[in-house]
């Protein structure tokens, strides 16, 4: 890869990054005015760096709030008020005249999150904070506003909660990196318990370096603090921001951009001899080094960066590893066993040879652990569907199914995904034998595949190889 190339891929994002997609308006009119509007705090914030925004809260009228409501999920889970999207779609109108009125009187108020856990791959619970639904539309209608201005100040590497980037467009870049530029040490770093600790006085500081408007700073003050129920009882929030809140990607994006993002802009520029790369989404990134002495260095300083402002690195998912183009070579001279491996968004990178030339390269596989509880999961809810019919649970396999294989379709990961569809294949199977004394005699394993193929998706590559991907992006300044 070209040195320019790898300068795209490090640098700032220059074109198309900020298109805001919005639901269809009730009057053209009115979506024109509001649309108009976040474009001239677009063009503001580009063209200034420094401008402080003072008046951003108009941008949250009757129109906005509307577009906020109609992209909130309809079956998501319902916050402490018990109000489902369903319930407030009655009487739409009037309720949301009367939302936009306490806005802006000043009367609004949040109520606190509904604690909720979800199951870790490592066997752990993850907290969730489940908003009420007001909390919810008025969030997203803030979260379109100071994206516009996120948009224009965020820095290339960074991947995670924004429009016109994913998890696969991350994992693109670090491949190309990796590959092309002289990387041979690897700091895999991950945040112990980031959005539980964020902090709030710093997130204020922060967010007043480009929001000025008192009336927005106080809403969000009001989300922060608004505390959590859990089993009846009321708990207050002095930090960390709710995960699973419409906004809380967003502030975790604002968050670590003043952390980490600038400050290891600057490391690397100032501080460094040889080649650095970096790719963050959300709290899991991953930065590349050409000398080991720079990455020990700078392991060491992101501790005491992070330490400053109430964060810590997670000390069994954060590792320096060898891994690159000469890894093996010198290991296997130096009598050591094979590279390391690491884990980056639900892949497994290794250290590999292309199997014509026997060029560098790397491969990513399905991350085994994260299988397996994928496998428990999907165990469980067919023991409950046991005696449901057999077409609404092949359908509801299939989109399960479906949704794993669109996620891990990456060249060299075949192996893998037939693995995953053979083994749901299995599960489902053991479940419908279970259904009565006659069925183990009736289904056979090759009636069970013949079902499978009938229902199930089969496995197929769908995403491109990482470098041509990528400079399809650079070609379009999409990156």
């Known amino acids: 890869m070209s040195e320019a190339s790898a300068e795209w891929m490090e640098g700032r994002d220059p074109v198309e990054r900020n298109a805001v997609q919005t639901a269809p308006p009730r009057t053209p009119i009115r979506n024109e005015a509001g649309t108009c509007g976040l474009n001239r705090v677009r063009e503001a914030a580009r063209k200034d760096g420094k401008l402080k925004f003072t008046a951003l809260l108009h941008h949250a009228d009757a129109d906005a709030l509307r577009r906020s409501f109609f992209k909130l999920k309809q079956t998501a889970a319902v916050g402490v008020d018990g109000v489902t999207w369903h319930d407030y779609e009655h009487d739409l109108e009037a309720k949301l005249i009367d939302l936009h009125g306490r806005i802006h009187r000043g009367s609004y108020r949040a109520k606190p999150s509904r604690r909720r856990y979800i199951e870790k791959p490592d066997g752990r619970k993850r907290k969730l904070g489940i908003a009420s639904l007001e909390d919810k539309i008025v969030q997203h209608a803030v979260t379109e506003i100071l994206q516009c201005i996120y948009e224009e100040d965020s820095l290339g590497f960074s991947y995670g909660f924004r429009r016109g980037k994913s998890q696969h467009d991350a ?4 491949s190309v990196a990796i590959s092309g530029k002289k990387v041979n040490w690897i700091l895999d770093a991950d945040i112990e318990g980031f959005f539980d600790a964020i902090d709030h006085d710093w997130m204020i500081a922060f967010l ?7 009336r927005v700073l106080r809403l969000i003050r009001n989300w922060l603090k608004a505390g959590v129920i859990e089993d009846g009882e009321v708990s207050e929030t002095d930090e960390g921001t709710p995960q699973g809140g419409v906004i809380s990607p967003l502030l975790s994006n604002f968050y670590l951009h003043y952390v980490f993002d600038l400050w290891i802009q600057w490391w690397r520029e100032r501080r460094c001899r040889g080649d650095v790369i970096v790719v963050r989404y959300a709290d899991d990134f991953v930065i590349g080094f050409e000398h080991y002495d720079e990455a020990e260095a700078c392991l060491e300083e992101i501790r005491v960066r992070f330490a400053k402002f109430g964060l810590k690195l997670h000390a069994g998912k954060t590792r320096l590893i060898e891994f690159g183009r000469f890894a093996a070579m010198n290991r296997k001279r130096r009598g050591e066993k094979r590279p390391e491996t690491f ?10 040879r292309t199997r014509k030339g026997g060029h560098f390269t790397i491969h990513r ?19 409950k569907r046991m005696h449901r019919p057999l077409g609404e649970t092949a359908r509801w396999l299939a989109s399960v199914v479906r949704g794993w294989l669109n996620y891990h379709a990456v060249p060299g990961n075949s192996i893998k995904m037939c693995r995953f569809v053979d083994e749901v294949t299995r599960l489902w199977h053991r479940v419908i034998r279970r259904r009565s004394q006659r069925g183990k005699s009736r289904w056979t394993w090759e009636r069970m595949q013949r079902l499978a193929r009938k229902h199930l998706p089969r496995p197929r590559i769908i995403h491109p190889y990482p470098e041509k991907r990528f400079r399809a992006r650079l070609k379009t300044g999409a990156v």
């Open 171 to 174: 994992l693109d870049a670090l």
């Open 208 to 214: 007043e370096h480009r929001v000025g408007d008192s």
């Open 343 to 352: 884990d980056f968004l639900g892949f497994t990178h290794k250290c590999a």
């Open 365 to 383: 596989h399905s991350i085994v652990k994260r299988m397996r509880a994928k496998f428990t999961a999907i165990r469980v809810e067919l023991r």
